[in-house]
């Protein structure tokens, strides 16, 4: 992997990041229609690297938010924002789980190539076409079950190819929540595993170009892209997610999943 691919890719993470069409999905897209050839762990070592670098951009754009939510915290009391703050961890619960027995399955599930992220495109657009005609009574506010049931949707949704927030999204629309709520909560419950995750493979070395094979101005090259191409894009695609109907979003993971399918036979 060279630096312009490094680009190409790293702007594609930061343009899809916001939106539920799968960004781990188009970057598997990406590098094959670019005929870039990684090790399997290299290519979770670049995912790790540009999803940290978008979820920089998202604490950028969200950080008024963020410092509320933390100045609530530190007050040590049962408030409005601690409650959110433990709903945030409960939701994290059920990805922690599939990160520290499940990390070897799911970084080869990153290396069976684009015809799985084809199927899990589907899938996704079936998850948001659900959302358009099953209605469900809402609720006043996101509770801590849902919270958690969110947070599964969130660890099923490290299969590549089936869109994080386009999975979590649906699954609080499903049960019944807002979805201002459910956006804003989606956006927000990825960034501590994220971080984390970047945390493990600084300390593991993984971002060394000796471990991963990848040149550090590729690495670089990437992280830039994402994090100012997800500055960018942070505002307007959410916005475009809280006001749009999710049924063109499952249109769109229709057609690409097809195109993934039908490449991978014909390439």
């Not at 930061?14 to 590098?31: A, N």
Request: net charge neutral; glycine share 8%; with cysteine.
């Amino acid at each position: 992997m060279d630096w312009i691919e490094a680009l190409v890719l790293g702007l594609v993470q930061g343009l899809t990041e916001f939106l539920p069409v799968s960004s781990s999905g188009h970057l598997i897209i990406g590098k094959s229609l670019l005929g870039i050839q990684v090790h399997p762990d290299a290519e979770t070592t670049f995912e790790v690297l540009v999803h940290c670098a978008t979820v920089l951009s998202t604490i950028v754009v969200f950080r008024n938010e963020i410092g509320k939510l933390l100045a609530g915290l530190f007050k040590f009391r049962m408030n409005e924002e601690t409650q959110y703050v433990l709903k945030i961890c409960i939701s994290m619960l059920p990805v922690l789980i599939v990160g520290l027995f499940f990390k070897e399955q799911v970084e080869e599930l990153f290396g069976q190539g684009v015809v799985l992220v084809g199927c899990m495109l589907i899938v996704t657009a079936i998850l948001l076409t659900l959302t358009h005609f099953v209605k469900f009574k809402q609720r006043k506010e996101l509770s801590y079950l849902s919270a958690f049931i969110i947070g599964v949707s969130q660890a099923i949704a490290v299969l590549p190819g089936l869109s994080r927030s386009g999975t979590t999204i649906s699954t609080g629309l499903l049960i019944g929540n807002k979805k201002e709520d459910v956006a804003r909560f989606s956006f927000l419950m990825v960034l501590v595993p994220i971080l984390g995750e970047t945390l493990l493979n600084v300390v593991g070395g993984e971002f060394s170009p000796a471990v991963s094979g990848i040149p550090l101005s590729a690495m670089t090259t990437g992280f830039l892209a994402a994090f100012i191409s997800g500055l960018f894009a942070c505002k307007v695609m959410i916005q475009l997610v809280k006001n749009s109907k999710l049924i063109y979003f499952a249109i769109y993971c229709v057609a690409m999943g097809l195109f993934a399918l039908i490449y991978s036979f014909v390439s």
